[in-house]
């Protein structure tokens, strides 16, 4: 069972291609029925196995792609947790990756998980990434890391366009440490 093949089908089951998912898939949550998650959740985990033994980025490409899709019910993002010894290089892809479903998920990895430089990765997205959901879930991340830190960038949301922001940057700011 190879990741690839399982994520082939998932993309021919959903009628779509890892480049056309983000703008076509809506507001999510259909991906749910796929019919096919075992089987994928096995590739996924044989995947993690050999990213253990070696790094190979074709490989965490893949599993870039099942964390994406899996962002209703955070399987993937658990296995990866749980499972995958050596994080740093897989969230660096992920959190660079052209997915933000992926994205928003490393967000909160680093949040509740030591890896190396996660406080300067939720910074690094934070600071360049364009999707308002992903800034918001870094900066909740953040507050768990570096709670000065987090109301610092928080102070520069609060007048945000967004609201989400502006309730998450209060949030932050009022929150006690």
């Known amino acids: 069972m190879s990741l690839e093949t399982e994520l082939a089908n998932f993309w021919d089951w959903a009628g779509m291609t890892p480049e056309t998912y983000n703008e076509e898939r809506g507001l999510g949550e259909w991906e ?3 019919p096919g998650w075992d089987n994928l959740y ?20 893949l599993l870039v792609y099942a964390l ?16 995958l010894e050596s994080k740093l290089r897989f ?8 997915q933000p479903q ?6 909160e990895l680093l949040g509740s998980t030591e890896v190396e430089d996660r406080e300067k990765l939720l910074v690094s997205l934070i600071n360049r990434d364009k999707d308002k959901y992903i800034v918001r879930r870094a900066l909740l991340s953040l507050a768990k890391v570096n709670h ?15 609201p989400f922001m502006q309730l998450v940057s209060k949030q932050i700011i009022n929150q006690e440490v």
């Open 32 to 34: 749910i029925e796929y």
């Open 42 to 61: 096995k590739a996924a985990n044989e995947v993690i196995t050999l990213l253990n033994k070696e790094f190979n980025h074709d490989l965490a490409q």
């Open 68 to 83: 994406a899709i899996d962002n209703e019910s955070g399987t993937v993002l658990q296995s990866i947790n749980n499972k």
């Open 91 to 98: 969230v660096r892809k992920a959190i660079h990756s052209d």
């Open 102 to 107: 992926a994205r928003w998920q490393m967000a």
């Open 148 to 162: 000065t830190k987090a109301v610092e960038f928080s102070k520069g949301f609060l007048r945000d366009p967004d």
